[in-house]
């Protein structure tokens, strides 16, 4: 994947050439400046270059994609298809994916109507996985899709190398703008490690204001193992996310958490007491009053130590232990059926409860640093309410937004490497129906600015495939359906691989085939997905959808394991 390579297009003469895919976009509004804000607290920390900019230049923003709800109920691995979409309208700033530089998007998200939505406090959770300054290269492995899932090559999706101090004026101009995005009382949650932890810590504070600080998360994200057991002065196995609030005054949204956990019974009797009722721990009483506690005792929910009773005095109206010691509420853990027990307890500020990816391979996507649902769907539990708009300017492997939609927030997300847009969208696309049968909302990409060029050219590629129109049921030539059927599809990425193995099955080459049953030259809008679930599926290449009954332009756009995209056009 990578930097992004622009699609090579066939057109109904299978001429190969390559275009962008918002060619032919007409006339495009002028860039403008949006105004910042200043810091609201002291600035703590200096640095060569400092510069706390007063305004961004706001580029357009050129619609590149839209993808429909896709609800059609179907079998696990069947792609989705939908009717032709309309035009997303600018005013709709939901669930949008954005290709370009983050700064230029934040800018662009601020920029009232009409050429932009407008956004200026409308955002209630921001989330960003920024670079860690790891001075590293990250890298994905390109895999074939089939059995045992070989390896092909590899490629660079980003690189976290920051000359000088650049990395705080990068940081400290992207969180003033994030600032003019989020709402009163929303909260901002910066990921990060223990290499820029504490500069970070201060320049939120500069930006919100230190009385705008809510907490600091420690997350357990690996458990050390092998070599990292024995690292110099211990392994470095917790990331840490800063949380401030836009105004903690407003007050800042606040959903309190639970955690679940889970006990075989042998661990269970090593943790907790056991009586008639099952296993359970105490807590002090607290401020109960008298009636409450008699009312605990009633349900045998109070618990007398060394072997005491409790008894309890209406006259002195108090409720005591007989063999001295402090009386205890009884909680009880949850008998699952099964030989284990369940505990909730509330979630502190110490995460070691969400494994990272390590223990959890199911979600691996592939993409270098991806953090895990169930980190993210503790975030977005705690700060937002179903409807409510997140933000993602860092958005990566997609995760955020992926949680997000399952959990009925709006989105808007935005990545520089078009690897990461590509990742994000497939993940999202398998995401099909909901729960219930609900429509998985849609989603629009844009490019804003002038993203980088490809890190390299991309590999050439070789398509056969058919489109035409089929006879319907009842026999009649005026047909209302398409048939789209891929026979083979070739790149000469693999070539160095086919020196030494045999050729696999193409499909084995493609991770996704999308299909625009009105394509107009400027906006893709897909209306079949076939992107497998699955490592080892493969798409099927075989495609019947409705068509109108008047000539139009059916594109196919195939996505291979490098990122290479290769789009189709025939008129039919």
């Given at each position: 994947?990578?930097?992004?390579?622009?699609?090579?297009?066939?057109?109904?003469?299978?001429?190969?050439?390559?275009?962008?895919?918002?060619?032919?976009?007409?006339?495009?509004?002028?860039?403008?400046?949006?105004?910042?804000?200043?810091?609201?607290?002291?600035?703590?920390?200096?640095?060569?270059?400092?510069?706390?900019?007063?305004?961004?230049?706001?580029?357009?923003?050129?619609?590149?994609?839209?993808?429909?709800?896709?609800?059609?109920?179907?079998?696990?691995?069947?792609?989705?298809?939908?009717?032709?979409?309309?035009?997303?309208?600018?005013?709709?700033?939901?669930?949008?994916?954005?290709?370009g530089d983050n700064k230029a998007v934040l800018a662009h998200l601020l920029r009232p109507p009409p050429h932009g939505p407008g956004l200026g406090g409308q955002v209630r959770l921001i989330y960003i996985d920024p670079p860690f300054d790891s001075g590293s290269d990250y890298t994905r492995k390109i895999r074939l899709r089939t059995g045992r899932r070989p390896v092909v090559g590899e490629?660079?999706?980003?690189?976290?190398?920051?000359?000088?101090?650049?990395?705080?004026?990068?940081?400290?101009?992207?969180?003033?703008?994030?600032?003019?995005?989020?709402?009163?009382?929303?909260?901002?949650?910066?990921?990060?490690?223990?290499?820029?932890?504490?500069?970070?810590?201060?320049?939120?504070?500069?930006?919100?204001?230190?009385?705008?600080?809510?907490?600091?998360?420690?997350?357990?994200?690996?458990?050390?193992?092998?070599?990292?057991?024995?690292?110099?002065?211990?392994?470095?196995?917790?990331?840490?996310?800063?949380?401030?609030?836009?105004?903690?005054?407003?007050?800042?949204?606040?959903?309190?958490?639970?955690?679940?956990?889970?006990?075989?019974?042998?661990?269970?009797?090593?943790?907790?007491?056991?009586?008639?009722?099952?296993?359970?721990?105490?807590?002090?009483?607290?401020?109960?009053?008298?009636?409450?506690?008699?009312?605990?005792?009633?349900?045998?929910?109070?618990?007398?130590?060394?072997?005491?009773?409790?008894?309890?005095?209406?006259?002195?109206?108090?409720?005591?232990?007989?063999?001295?010691?402090?009386?205890?509420?009884?909680?009880?853990?949850?008998?699952?059926?099964?030989?284990?027990?369940?505990?909730?307890?509330?979630?502190?500020?110490?995460?070691?409860?969400?494994?990272?990816?390590?223990?959890?391979?199911?979600?691996?996507?592939?993409?270098?640093?991806?953090?895990?649902?169930?980190?993210?769907?503790?975030?977005?539990?705690?700060?937002?309410?179903?409807?409510?708009?997140?933000?993602?300017?860092?958005?990566?492997?997609?995760?955020?937004?992926?949680?997000?939609?399952?959990?009925?927030?709006?989105?808007?997300?935005?990545?520089?490497?078009?690897?990461?847009?590509?990742?994000?969208?497939?993940?999202?696309?398998?995401?099909?129906?909901?729960?219930?049968?609900?429509?998985?909302?849609?989603?629009?990409?844009?490019?804003?600015?002038?993203?980088?060029?490809p890190a390299s050219e991309p590999a050439g590629t070789a398509v056969d495939l058919e489109i035409r129109r089929r006879a319907g049921e009842d026999g009649q030539t005026a047909s209302h359906w398409v048939e789209v059927r891929i026979r083979d599809y070739r790149t000469d990425a693999l070539a160095a691989w086919l020196r030494s193995h045999p050729r696999p099955d193409w499909r084995a080459?493609?991770?996704?085939?999308?299909?625009?049953?009105?394509?107009?030259?400027?906006?893709?809008?897909?209306?079949?997905?076939?992107?497998?679930?699955?490592?080892?599926?493969?798409?099927?290449?075989?495609?019947?959808?409705?068509?109108?009954?008047?000539?139009?332009?059916?594109?196919?756009?195939?996505?291979?394991?490098?990122?290479?995209?290769?789009?189709?056009?025939?008129?039919?």
């Amino acid at each position: 994947m990578g930097a992004r390579s622009m699609p090579s297009t066939l057109n109904d003469a299978d001429n190969p050439r390559h275009v962008p895919m918002a060619s032919g976009k007409s006339v495009q509004p002028q860039a403008s400046p949006v105004a910042i804000g200043p810091p609201r607290g002291r600035a703590m920390l200096q640095w060569e270059g400092k510069q706390a900019p007063q305004q961004v230049i706001a580029p357009p923003a050129i619609q590149l994609e839209a993808h429909r709800a896709l609800a059609a109920e179907r079998e696990a691995g069947e792609p989705a298809w939908d009717a032709p979409a309309d035009e997303t309208t600018a005013e709709d700033p939901s669930n949008r994916l954005f290709y370009g530089d983050n700064k230029a998007v934040l800018a662009h998200l601020l920029r009232p109507p009409p050429h932009g939505p407008g956004l200026g406090g409308q955002v209630r959770l921001i989330y960003i996985d920024p670079p860690f300054d790891s001075g590293s290269d990250y890298t994905r492995k390109i895999r074939l899709r089939t059995g045992r899932r070989p390896v092909v090559g590899e490629q660079v999706q980003y690189g976290d190398r920051w000359p000088g101090d650049s990395y705080l004026q990068f940081m400290y101009e992207r969180l003033l703008l994030l600032r003019e995005l989020l709402a009163e009382d929303g909260s901002i949650w910066v990921h990060c490690d223990y290499r820029q932890v504490h500069r970070l810590h201060l320049l939120l504070e500069e930006v919100f204001g230190p009385e705008n600080y809510l907490n600091t998360i420690a997350w357990r994200s690996q458990v050390a193992r092998g070599a990292k057991v024995n690292a110099f002065y211990f392994p470095f196995s917790t990331q840490y996310i800063e949380i401030f609030a836009k105004n903690r005054a407003a007050p800042t949204l606040w959903q309190p958490q639970k955690k679940r956990l889970i006990f075989t019974r042998r661990q269970a009797a090593a943790r907790f007491m056991e009586d008639e009722r099952g296993f359970f721990r105490t807590s002090d009483p607290g401020t109960y009053s008298f009636a409450r506690l008699k009312a605990l005792h009633a349900e045998g929910r109070l618990y007398a130590p060394y072997g005491g009773d409790i008894i309890v005095d209406e006259k002195q109206r108090r409720v005591y232990a007989s063999n001295g010691g402090n009386i205890g509420v009884k909680y009880y853990l949850t008998d699952l059926g099964d030989g284990r027990y369940a505990v909730e307890r509330g979630v502190d500020n110490l995460w070691d409860d969400i494994p990272g990816l390590g223990t959890t391979p199911g979600e691996d996507v592939g993409y270098p640093t991806q953090k895990t649902e169930a980190l993210l769907r503790r975030i977005i539990a705690a700060s937002t309410r179903p409807g409510d708009l997140v933000l993602d300017c860092f958005v990566g492997s997609g995760t955020s937004v992926v949680v997000a939609q399952k959990m009925g927030r709006r989105w808007i997300a935005a990545d520089l490497n078009y690897g990461a847009i590509q990742t994000t969208r497939q993940r999202l696309q398998r995401l099909g129906a909901a729960p219930g049968g609900r429509p998985t909302p849609g989603f629009t990409l844009w490019q804003v600015g002038e993203p980088p060029p490809p890190a390299s050219e991309p590999a050439g590629t070789a398509v056969d495939l058919e489109i035409r129109r089929r006879a319907g049921e009842d026999g009649q030539t005026a047909s209302h359906w398409v048939e789209v059927r891929i026979r083979d599809y070739r790149t000469d990425a693999l070539a160095a691989w086919l020196r030494s193995h045999p050729r696999p099955d193409w499909r084995a080459l493609v991770d996704a085939v999308e299909i625009d049953m009105a394509y107009d030259g400027q906006i893709f809008r897909s209306c079949l997905v076939d992107v497998p679930a699955h490592r080892r599926a493969q798409v099927s290449g075989l495609y019947r959808l409705p068509a109108a009954p008047h000539p139009t332009v059916v594109a196919v756009r195939i996505t291979d394991i490098y990122g290479h995209e290769t789009l189709v056009t025939r008129t039919v």
